[in-house]
């Protein structure tokens, strides 16, 4: 079993930071990647950012130069720093990773979900 607790999200006005952090548990054997997700009401689910386990990074368009993710492997850890937030990052949000839990096995796995709400 894998488990992955999120924390850190919260209601901010419109131009302020929050900063998400999640933390993987359980039977892990490597972590691939590592990322966040969010789902805003009435809309699809969608990559917000990630980051492997060479700390290369990959971010959706609309979050570019305001959000940063990173990572500490030593803890399995992943972050997402959010700067100038807007009200459209009003969301959920899904940490994320894709892991092996054996020499062969991979999978991926989402936390509980975090509300994340930024009043204009």
């Known amino acids: 079993q894998v488990q992955l607790v999120e924390s850190g999200g919260g209601l901010v006005q419109a131009g302020g930071s929050l900063r998400l952090s999640c933390v993987a548990s359980g039977s892990i054997f490597r972590i691939i990647s590592m990322g966040w997700h969010r789902q805003a009401p009435g809309k699809q689910r969608e990559l917000v950012a990630d980051i492997n386990s060479g700390h290369a990074t990959n971010y959706a368009d609309s979050v570019k130069g305001r959000f940063a993710v990173s990572r500490d492997n030593a803890q399995n850890t992943v972050y997402l720093q959010m700067d100038s937030l807007k009200p459209e990052d009003t969301a959920v949000y899904y940490c994320?990773?894709?892991?092996?839990?054996?020499?062969?096995?991979?999978?991926?796995?989402w936390g509980q979900g975090t509300q994340v709400t930024v009043s204009s």
């Open positions: 994320t990773i894709r892991a092996y839990t054996d020499y062969s096995a991979w999978d991926d796995y």
